[in-house]
């Protein structure tokens, strides 16, 4: 599957396309805690494993740099 088939992936998912990722939520639907907001965006290259949000210990799910983000994300990170 590639990235512009699949819309989110989850922690321990393969990268096959290099880009900043957003975090979405945690597998088990819930958006808190808050990650760091250095977590809130990765960066990977193909090969890369999608990481848990470490400052939390959780699972999660990454949006695809093609896929929109809200204002709420650079809020989080200090950006707006």
Request: include cysteine.
């Amino acid at each position: 599957m590639t990235t512009q088939t699949k819309t989110r992936f989850r922690t321990g998912d393969v990268c096959i396309q290099a880009g900043r990722y957003h975090f979405d939520r945690y597998v088990d639907d819930r958006t808190t805690p808050t990650p760091a907001p250095s977590e809130l965006v990765i960066e990977l290259a193909p090969g890369d494993r999608f990481p848990q949000i470490t400052t939390i210990g959780k699972e999660c799910w990454w949006l695809p740099p093609d896929v929109p983000i809200g204002d709420d994300l650079d809020e989080l990170r200090g950006d707006a």
